[in-house]
C-alpha cells in the first residue's frame, strides 16, 4: 500500500495521526460530559471528530489507504496513551477509516470535492454505527432512540469529520506548510487568481 508513497507522505500521515489520537483521547473526556448531561447519545453529538484525522488526510494525500491508516494509527496512539477500551479500540478505527476510504474508493481517489469529503465522514459514521450496535449493545435501546442516536452520528461525521477536516487542511494549505501536496498547490493556484482578479 505505501509502495507508491513519498516519504513526505509518509511523515505527514504520522504526524497528523499522533495529533489527532491525543486529541481523539481529550475529546472522549467532552463525550462523558455529554453522556451525562444527554445519555448516550451524547457521544453522537461530537462523534464525527473521531473520524476527521481519516478525512484530513486522505485531502491532504490524495492516496489509497490515507484514510484507514491515519485513523488506525490514531486509535493505536489513543490505546498507548491509556483509552480504556484497549485494543479493541484498533478495530474501530480500522472500520471508520474503512467507511471515509470507501468514498474515495469510489471516486477512485480522484475526487476530493466538499460533497465527497461530506460523503467520507458519513460513511465513517455508517460503519462505525454498525460496528457499535453489534457490540456496544445498542440493540437493547428502543428502536427510535436508535435511529435518532444514528442520525445525530450521520449529521456528525458530515459536520465535524467532512467540512471541519476540509477547513482545517484549507487553513493549514494557506499558510504555505502544504505547498509539495496537491491540496498546497490548489491553494498557492486560488490565492495568484485572486491577486490578479484584484
Known amino acids: 500500500m505505501l509502495a507508491n508513497w513519498k516519504l513526505r507522505e509518509v511523515v505527514v500521515l504520522s504526524v497528523l495521526a499522533v495529533v489527532?489520537?491525543?486529541?481523539?483521547?481529550?475529546f472522549l473526556q467532552f463525550g462523558n460530559v455529554l453522556v451525562g448531561m444527554f445519555g448516550l447519545i451524547g457521544y453522537d453529538l461530537i462523534f464525527g471528530i473521531w473520524f476527521i484525522v481519516s478525512i484530513i488526510a486522505a485531502y491532504?494525500?490524495?492516496k489509497p489507504g490515507a484514510a484507514v491508516l491515519s485513523e488506525t494509527i490514531a486509535a493505536t496512539i489513543e490505546v498507548m496513551l491509556g483509552n480504556a477500551v484497549g485494543p479493541r479500540l484498533i478495530l474501530a478505527g480500522i472500520i471508520q477509516g474503512l467507511g471515509a476510504e470507501a468514498?474515495?474508493?469510489?471516486?477512485?481517489w480522484k475526487?476530493?470535492?466538499?460533497?465527497?469529503?461530506v460523503a467520507a465522514g458519513m460513511g465513517s459514521s455508517i460503519t462505525s454505527f454498525a460496528w457499535g450496535y453489534f457490540l456496544g449493545g445498542l440493540a437493547a435501546l428502543t428502536p427510535g432512540y436508535v435511529t435518532a442516536m444514528f442520525f445525530v452520528r450521520l449529521a456528525s461525521g458530515?459536520?465535524?469529520?467532512?467540512?471541519?477536516?476540509?477547513y482545517i487542511s484549507d487553513s493549514l494549505a494557506k499558510t504555505g506548510a502544504l505547498?509539495?501536496?496537491?491540496?498546497g498547490k490548489e491553494a498557492r493556484k486560488a490565492k495568484q487568481n485572486d491577486e490578479i482578479s484584484a
Do not use: E, H, M
Request: proline letters at 3%.
Open 158 to 166: 458530515a459536520i465535524l469529520a467532512g467540512l471541519l477536516g476540509k
Open 179 to 183: 505547498n509539495s501536496f496537491p491540496l
Open 111 to 117: 475526487n476530493y470535492s466538499t460533497w465527497v469529503l
Open 103 to 108: 468514498a474515495f474508493a469510489a471516486t477512485k
Open 20 to 26: 489527532f489520537g491525543v486529541i481523539y483521547l481529550l
Open 60 to 62: 491532504i494525500i490524495r
